[in-house]
């Protein structure tokens, strides 16, 4: 099974910076996409970036312009570089990976436990 570990999720100022890291570990042959999500209280869980794995990137528009997602293939890890952070961007960051395990021709989306970030005014 795939374990991914989210680091770097804390209070913050508003206007403040974060970054946010995930790694993958297990028998992983290959993983695809990765990504970040975040769900508010009473919310439900949303977008925030994704990246391929050959470094293409798409990002929503409540974060677009504030937020770099990068990845290093060679650690399995996904970063998340939050910038200009407003009140809003207040959730629980859920990193995901899909994933191909060796001994299985399926790919599976992979999620992590979720780290909370804080924005205070």
């Known amino acids: 099974q795939v374990q991914l570990v989210e680091s770097g999720g804390g209070l913050v100022q508003a206007g403040g910076s974060l970054r946010l890291s995930c790694a993958a570990s297990g028998r992983i042959r290959r993983i695809n996409d990765m990504g970040w999500y975040r769900q508010a209280p009473g919310k439900q869980r949303e977008l925030v970036a994704i990246i391929t794995s050959g470094g293409f990137t798409n990002q929503s528009n409540s974060v677009k312009g504030r937020v770099t997602v990068s990845r290093d293939n060679a650690k399995n890890t996904v970063y998340l570089q939050m910038n200009s952070l407003k009140l809003e961007d207040t959730a629980v960051y859920y990193c995901?990976?899909?994933?191909?395990?060796?001994?299985?021709?399926?790919?599976?989306?992979?999620w992590g436990q979720g780290t909370q970030v804080t924005v205070s005014s």
């Open positions: 995901m990976a899909q994933a191909q395990e060796y001994g299985t021709i399926f790919v599976r989306e992979n």
